[in-house]
Protein backbone atom coordinates (compact mmCIF):
# COMPACT_ATOMS: atom_id res chain seq x y z
CA UNK A 1 0.00 0.00 0.00
CA UNK A 2 1.11 3.76 0.13
CA UNK A 3 1.79 5.67 3.14
CA UNK A 4 3.23 8.38 4.09
CA UNK A 5 6.34 8.19 5.54
CA UNK A 6 8.18 10.26 8.29
CA UNK A 7 11.88 9.72 8.32
CA UNK A 8 12.78 12.42 10.64
CA UNK A 9 12.21 16.09 12.74
CA UNK A 10 11.33 18.70 10.28
CA UNK A 11 11.76 16.69 6.97
CA UNK A 12 9.12 16.19 4.37
CA UNK A 13 6.74 12.85 4.53
CA UNK A 14 7.60 10.63 1.54
CA UNK A 15 4.83 8.51 -0.22
CA UNK A 16 6.76 5.08 -0.23
CA UNK A 17 5.04 1.27 -0.60
CA UNK A 18 4.35 -0.12 2.99
CA UNK A 19 3.68 -3.70 3.81
CA UNK A 20 0.79 -4.38 5.95
CA UNK A 21 0.20 -7.49 8.04
CA UNK A 22 -3.11 -9.47 8.02
CA UNK A 23 -5.46 -9.11 11.19
CA UNK A 24 -5.14 -11.38 13.96
CA UNK A 25 -7.46 -12.07 16.83
CA UNK A 26 -9.49 -8.89 17.78
CA UNK A 27 -7.95 -6.85 14.91
CA UNK A 28 -9.89 -5.22 11.57
CA UNK A 29 -7.86 -4.21 8.53
CA UNK A 30 -9.70 -1.44 7.56
CA UNK A 31 -9.23 0.50 3.63
CA UNK A 32 -8.87 4.25 4.23
CA UNK A 33 -11.51 6.62 3.23
CA UNK A 34 -10.93 9.84 4.57
CA UNK A 35 -7.72 11.18 6.94
CA UNK A 36 -7.83 14.34 9.04
CA UNK A 37 -5.16 16.85 8.65
CA UNK A 38 -4.41 17.16 12.75
CA UNK A 39 -1.99 19.51 14.14
CA UNK A 40 -0.65 16.74 16.17
CA UNK A 41 0.99 15.12 14.29
CA UNK A 42 2.59 18.22 13.15
CA UNK A 43 3.82 18.13 16.81
CA UNK A 44 5.80 15.00 16.06
CA UNK A 45 7.07 15.86 12.53
CA UNK A 46 8.26 18.93 14.10
CA UNK A 47 9.72 17.13 17.16
CA UNK A 48 7.75 19.20 20.02
CA UNK A 49 7.07 15.49 20.91
CA UNK A 50 9.63 12.22 20.74
CA UNK A 51 8.74 8.92 18.41
CA UNK A 52 10.72 7.02 16.46
CA UNK A 53 11.55 6.86 12.74
CA UNK A 54 10.17 5.75 10.23
CA UNK A 55 7.13 6.52 11.37
CA UNK A 56 4.05 6.43 9.27
CA UNK A 57 1.87 9.14 11.31
CA UNK A 58 -2.07 10.28 11.34
CA UNK A 59 -4.87 9.65 13.96
CA UNK A 60 -7.88 10.95 12.65
CA UNK A 61 -9.80 8.62 10.15
CA UNK A 62 -12.72 6.42 8.90
CA UNK A 63 -12.52 3.42 6.43
CA UNK A 64 -13.94 0.59 4.89
CA UNK A 65 -13.65 -2.91 6.98
CA UNK A 66 -11.85 -5.17 4.04
CA UNK A 67 -10.94 -8.17 6.53
CA UNK A 68 -11.28 -9.01 10.17
CA UNK A 69 -9.61 -11.63 12.30
CA UNK A 70 -10.66 -14.15 14.60
CA UNK A 71 -13.18 -13.54 17.17
CA UNK A 72 -14.04 -10.13 15.89
CA UNK A 73 -17.79 -9.40 16.45
CA UNK A 74 -18.82 -5.84 16.19
CA UNK A 75 -17.73 -4.84 12.57
CA UNK A 76 -17.66 -7.03 9.46
CA UNK A 77 -16.48 -6.61 6.12
CA UNK A 78 -17.96 -4.09 3.96
CA UNK A 79 -18.94 -1.95 7.23
CA UNK A 80 -18.07 1.89 7.31
CA UNK A 81 -16.29 2.66 10.68
CA UNK A 82 -15.00 5.41 12.83
CA UNK A 83 -11.23 4.45 14.12
CA UNK A 84 -10.37 5.89 17.56
CA UNK A 85 -6.85 6.11 18.27
CA UNK A 86 -6.89 4.66 22.10
CA UNK A 87 -6.68 1.02 22.13
CA UNK A 88 -7.64 -0.04 25.59
CA UNK A 89 -7.99 -3.27 27.16
CA UNK A 90 -11.68 -3.22 29.38
CA UNK A 91 -10.18 -4.40 32.01
CA UNK A 92 -7.60 -2.64 33.48
CA UNK A 93 -9.33 0.04 36.65
CA UNK A 94 -9.81 2.81 34.14
CA UNK A 95 -11.79 0.66 31.29
CA UNK A 96 -13.83 -0.77 34.10
CA UNK A 97 -14.28 3.27 35.43
CA UNK A 98 -15.81 4.03 31.91
CA UNK A 99 -12.24 5.77 31.40
CA UNK A 100 -10.94 3.40 27.99
CA UNK A 101 -8.64 6.64 27.09
CA UNK A 102 -6.96 6.47 30.16
CA UNK A 103 -6.26 2.48 29.73
CA UNK A 104 -3.02 1.45 31.91
CA UNK A 105 -2.91 -1.19 29.70
CA UNK A 106 -2.22 1.12 26.47
CA UNK A 107 1.41 1.21 25.81
CA UNK A 108 1.77 -2.72 25.72
CA UNK A 109 -1.25 -2.84 23.57
CA UNK A 110 0.84 -0.97 20.96
CA UNK A 111 1.56 -2.87 17.67
CA UNK A 112 5.13 -2.55 16.78
CA UNK A 113 6.54 -4.77 13.85
CA UNK A 114 3.15 -5.01 11.60
CA UNK A 115 4.45 -2.60 9.05
CA UNK A 116 6.86 -3.26 7.19
CA UNK A 117 9.03 -0.75 4.78
CA UNK A 118 11.78 -1.94 2.59
CA UNK A 119 11.54 -5.42 4.85
CA UNK A 120 12.24 -3.77 8.31
CA UNK A 121 9.71 -3.92 10.66
CA UNK A 122 8.39 -0.22 11.83
CA UNK A 123 5.68 0.77 14.99
CA UNK A 124 2.29 2.51 14.16
CA UNK A 125 1.32 5.77 15.21
CA UNK A 126 -1.56 5.92 17.52
CA UNK A 127 -1.87 2.16 16.27
CA UNK A 128 -3.70 3.13 13.27
CA UNK A 129 -1.16 5.35 11.15
CA UNK A 130 -4.08 6.59 9.05
CA UNK A 131 -1.58 8.79 6.87
CA UNK A 132 -1.89 5.04 4.31
CA UNK A 133 -4.43 3.24 2.14
CA UNK A 134 -4.87 0.66 4.53
CA UNK A 135 -4.74 0.63 8.28
CA UNK A 136 -4.59 -2.82 10.86
CA UNK A 137 -6.34 -1.69 13.62
CA UNK A 138 -8.01 -3.04 17.53
CA UNK A 139 -11.79 -4.20 16.90
CA UNK A 140 -12.61 -2.41 19.65
CA UNK A 141 -11.05 0.96 18.74
CA UNK A 142 -13.92 0.72 15.48
CA UNK A 143 -17.41 2.33 15.40
CA UNK A 144 -19.35 2.08 12.79
CA UNK A 145 -20.85 4.46 11.02
CA UNK A 146 -24.83 5.42 10.46
CA UNK A 147 -26.02 6.62 7.08
CA UNK A 148 -26.25 9.52 6.19
CA UNK A 149 -22.53 10.28 7.50
CA UNK A 150 -20.36 11.04 4.89
CA UNK A 151 -16.74 9.84 5.63
CA UNK A 152 -15.01 12.67 5.48
CA UNK A 153 -17.33 13.74 8.17
CA UNK A 154 -16.97 10.14 9.98
CA UNK A 155 -12.85 10.89 10.02
CA UNK A 156 -13.39 13.75 12.18
CA UNK A 157 -15.19 12.59 14.52
CA UNK A 158 -12.53 10.86 15.42
CA UNK A 159 -10.56 13.42 16.77
CA UNK A 160 -11.35 17.44 16.36
CA UNK A 161 -14.86 16.85 16.93
CA UNK A 162 -14.75 14.68 20.09
CA UNK A 163 -11.65 15.73 21.42
CA UNK A 164 -13.48 19.50 21.20
CA UNK A 165 -16.86 18.28 22.24
CA UNK A 166 -15.57 16.07 24.58
CA UNK A 167 -13.44 18.50 26.52
CA UNK A 168 -16.82 20.45 27.36
CA UNK A 169 -19.55 17.46 27.54
CA UNK A 170 -17.30 14.73 28.88
CA UNK A 171 -14.11 16.37 30.92
CA UNK A 172 -15.59 19.40 32.01
CA UNK A 173 -19.38 18.73 32.55
CA UNK A 174 -20.10 22.29 32.32
CA UNK A 175 -23.56 23.22 33.79
CA UNK A 176 -26.26 25.23 31.78
CA UNK A 177 -25.65 28.54 32.27
CA UNK A 178 -21.86 28.74 32.47
CA UNK A 179 -19.67 31.44 31.07
CA UNK A 180 -16.65 29.51 29.19
CA UNK A 181 -14.08 30.94 26.79
CA UNK A 182 -11.94 29.45 24.81
CA UNK A 183 -8.00 29.95 23.54
CA UNK A 184 -7.84 29.21 19.53
CA UNK A 185 -10.10 28.93 17.19
CA UNK A 186 -8.61 25.93 14.98
CA UNK A 187 -10.04 22.34 14.44
CA UNK A 188 -10.23 21.53 17.85
CA UNK A 189 -11.02 25.01 19.48
CA UNK A 190 -14.24 25.24 17.27
CA UNK A 191 -15.29 22.42 18.27
CA UNK A 192 -15.02 22.78 21.98
CA UNK A 193 -16.91 26.27 20.81
CA UNK A 194 -19.98 24.21 19.92
CA UNK A 195 -19.90 21.65 22.32
CA UNK A 196 -20.25 24.96 24.76
CA UNK A 197 -22.91 25.83 23.11
CA UNK A 198 -25.04 22.39 23.07
CA UNK A 199 -24.11 22.74 26.77
CA UNK A 200 -25.75 25.71 27.24
CA UNK A 201 -23.30 28.05 27.85
CA UNK A 202 -24.37 31.54 28.56
CA UNK A 203 -21.36 33.29 26.81
CA UNK A 204 -18.92 32.15 24.77
CA UNK A 205 -15.93 33.94 24.21
CA UNK A 206 -13.62 32.73 21.44
CA UNK A 207 -10.19 34.27 21.37
CA UNK A 208 -7.74 34.00 18.92
CA UNK A 209 -5.12 36.56 16.75
CA UNK A 210 -6.47 35.69 13.56
CA UNK A 211 -9.15 37.80 11.73
CA UNK A 212 -10.76 34.55 9.47
CA UNK A 213 -10.21 32.19 12.76
CA UNK A 214 -12.04 34.58 14.91
CA UNK A 215 -15.26 34.98 12.21
CA UNK A 216 -15.23 31.09 11.81
CA UNK A 217 -15.98 30.87 15.74
CA UNK A 218 -18.50 33.39 15.50
CA UNK A 219 -20.30 30.67 13.13
CA UNK A 220 -19.78 28.15 15.72
CA UNK A 221 -21.57 30.05 18.06
CA UNK A 222 -19.13 32.37 19.77
CA UNK A 223 -20.99 35.06 21.46
CA UNK A 224 -17.63 37.32 21.92
CA UNK A 225 -14.12 36.91 20.02
CA UNK A 226 -11.06 38.49 21.40
CA UNK A 227 -8.26 39.49 19.34
CA UNK A 228 -5.19 38.63 20.60
CA UNK A 229 -3.27 40.54 18.35
CA UNK A 230 -4.54 43.61 19.80
CA UNK A 231 -6.10 43.16 23.01
CA UNK A 232 -4.71 41.78 26.62
CA UNK A 233 -7.14 38.77 26.38
CA UNK A 234 -6.97 37.78 29.89
CA UNK A 235 -7.94 41.24 31.04
CA UNK A 236 -10.26 41.38 27.98
CA UNK A 237 -12.11 38.35 28.92
CA UNK A 238 -12.27 39.23 32.60
CA UNK A 239 -13.96 42.46 31.27
CA UNK A 240 -16.43 41.43 29.43
CA UNK A 241 -17.28 38.43 32.41
CA UNK A 242 -17.19 41.02 35.05
CA UNK A 243 -13.69 38.91 36.67
CA UNK A 244 -13.73 35.34 34.62
CA UNK A 245 -15.03 33.12 32.89
CA UNK A 246 -16.53 29.89 35.10
CA UNK A 247 -14.69 27.73 32.48
CA UNK A 248 -11.41 28.27 30.00
CA UNK A 249 -10.46 26.22 27.27
CA UNK A 250 -7.20 25.73 25.78
CA UNK A 251 -6.82 24.21 22.65
CA UNK A 252 -3.36 25.38 20.98
CA UNK A 253 -1.06 23.73 22.94
CA UNK A 254 1.38 25.96 24.75
CA UNK A 255 2.23 26.59 28.56
CA UNK A 256 1.86 30.44 28.20
CA UNK A 257 -1.80 30.16 26.07
CA UNK A 258 -2.52 27.60 29.16
CA UNK A 259 -1.81 30.27 32.06
CA UNK A 260 -3.52 32.63 30.30
CA UNK A 261 -6.32 30.37 30.06
CA UNK A 262 -6.06 29.66 33.91
CA UNK A 263 -5.87 34.00 34.03
CA UNK A 264 -9.15 33.87 32.68
CA UNK A 265 -10.94 31.75 35.23
CA UNK A 266 -12.82 33.17 38.18
CA UNK A 267 -12.82 32.53 41.27
CA UNK A 268 -14.00 28.80 41.51
CA UNK A 269 -13.80 28.53 37.74
CA UNK A 270 -11.55 25.43 36.08
CA UNK A 271 -9.19 25.92 33.14
CA UNK A 272 -8.88 22.90 30.98
CA UNK A 273 -6.10 22.09 28.53
CA UNK A 274 -6.69 20.43 25.82
CA UNK A 275 -3.85 21.45 23.38
CA UNK A 276 -0.62 19.67 23.40
CA UNK A 277 1.73 21.56 25.41
CA UNK A 278 5.55 20.54 24.38
CA UNK A 279 7.07 17.84 26.66
CA UNK A 280 10.02 20.06 27.63
CA UNK A 281 7.72 22.78 28.92
CA UNK A 282 6.24 23.48 32.11
CA UNK A 283 3.42 25.88 33.36
CA UNK A 284 3.56 28.41 35.91
CA UNK A 285 0.66 29.44 37.76
CA UNK A 286 0.25 31.63 41.12
CA UNK A 287 0.21 29.92 43.88
CA UNK A 288 -2.46 32.26 45.34
CA UNK A 289 -5.17 31.48 42.99
CA UNK A 290 -5.51 28.18 44.67
CA UNK A 291 -6.87 29.80 47.66
CA UNK A 292 -10.08 31.13 45.33
CA UNK A 293 -10.05 27.66 44.53
CA UNK A 294 -9.66 27.65 41.02
CA UNK A 295 -9.00 24.93 39.49
CA UNK A 296 -6.81 23.56 36.11
CA UNK A 297 -7.32 19.74 34.65
CA UNK A 298 -6.26 18.41 31.28
CA UNK A 299 -8.10 16.77 28.99
CA UNK A 300 -7.03 13.88 26.37
CA UNK A 301 -9.09 12.87 23.57
CA UNK A 302 -12.19 14.56 25.21
CA UNK A 303 -12.44 11.93 27.80
CA UNK A 304 -13.88 9.37 24.88
CA UNK A 305 -15.76 6.35 25.84
CA UNK A 306 -15.68 5.59 21.79
CA UNK A 307 -18.47 3.79 21.03
CA UNK A 308 -20.80 5.55 23.40
CA UNK A 309 -19.81 8.74 22.29
CA UNK A 310 -19.16 9.07 18.84
CA UNK A 311 -22.61 7.65 17.96
CA UNK A 312 -23.92 10.34 19.23
CA UNK A 313 -21.68 12.82 18.22
CA UNK A 314 -22.43 11.42 14.33
CA UNK A 315 -26.25 11.45 15.26
CA UNK A 316 -26.06 15.35 16.54
CA UNK A 317 -24.54 15.83 13.06
CA UNK A 318 -26.98 14.09 11.24
CA UNK A 319 -30.12 15.91 12.54
CA UNK A 320 -27.93 19.55 11.75
CA UNK A 321 -27.11 19.78 15.48
CA UNK A 322 -23.90 19.62 15.26
CA UNK A 323 -21.31 21.10 12.32
CA UNK A 324 -18.76 19.35 10.62
CA UNK A 325 -19.03 19.92 7.33
CA UNK A 326 -19.02 23.18 8.03
CA UNK A 327 -14.98 22.32 9.59
CA UNK A 328 -13.57 20.84 6.49
CA UNK A 329 -12.38 23.50 4.19
CA UNK A 330 -10.04 22.02 1.79
CA UNK A 331 -9.46 18.41 0.49
CA UNK A 332 -6.30 16.95 -0.35
CA UNK A 333 -4.99 13.50 -1.73
CA UNK A 334 -2.18 11.95 0.10
CA UNK A 335 0.53 13.07 -1.90
CA UNK A 336 -0.51 16.87 -1.54
CA UNK A 337 0.06 15.70 2.53
CA UNK A 338 3.27 18.38 2.96
CA UNK A 339 1.29 21.30 1.04
CA UNK A 340 -1.35 20.53 3.17
CA UNK A 341 0.77 20.69 6.28
CA UNK A 342 1.96 23.86 4.67
CA UNK A 343 -1.50 25.38 4.66
CA UNK A 344 -2.29 23.96 7.93
CA UNK A 345 0.83 26.43 9.18
CA UNK A 346 0.11 29.12 7.81
CA UNK A 347 -3.55 29.25 9.77
CA UNK A 348 -5.66 28.86 6.21
CA UNK A 349 -8.04 26.11 7.11
CA UNK A 350 -10.47 24.98 9.91
CA UNK A 351 -9.43 21.69 8.65
CA UNK A 352 -8.42 19.69 5.56
CA UNK A 353 -8.84 16.10 5.19
CA UNK A 354 -7.14 13.76 2.73
CA UNK A 355 -9.33 11.58 0.90
CA UNK A 356 -8.38 8.13 -0.87
CA UNK A 357 -10.23 5.71 -3.65
ZN1 LIG B 1 -5.92 14.93 16.20
ZN1 LIG C 1 -7.64 -0.73 30.17
Known amino acids: M???VMHGVNQPLTIEDVEVDEPRQGEVLVKTSASGVCHSDLHFMEGSYPTQTPI???HESAGVVEKVGEGVVNVKPGDRVVIAFVT?????ANCVQGKPHLCDNTGRLGRNDRL????????QFANMSAFAEYQLVSA?????????????????VGCSV??????????????VGSTVAVIGAGGVGLNVIQGAKLAGASRIIAVDLLENKLAAARD????DVVDASSDDAVKKVQEITSGGVDYAFEAIGLA???????????RGGKAVVVGMIPVTDSVNLPGVSFLQEKGIIGSFYGSTRQTYDMPWLMELYRQKRLKIDELITKRWKLDQINEAYDSLKQGEVNRSVLLFD
Open 56 to 58: VLG
Open 220 to 223: FGAT
Open 88 to 92: SCSHC
Open 256 to 266: KTAEQCFGMVK
Open 2 to 4: KAA
Open 116 to 123: KLNGQPMA
Open 162 to 175: MTGVGAVSNTAKIP
Open 140 to 156: NACVPVPDGVPMEVAAL
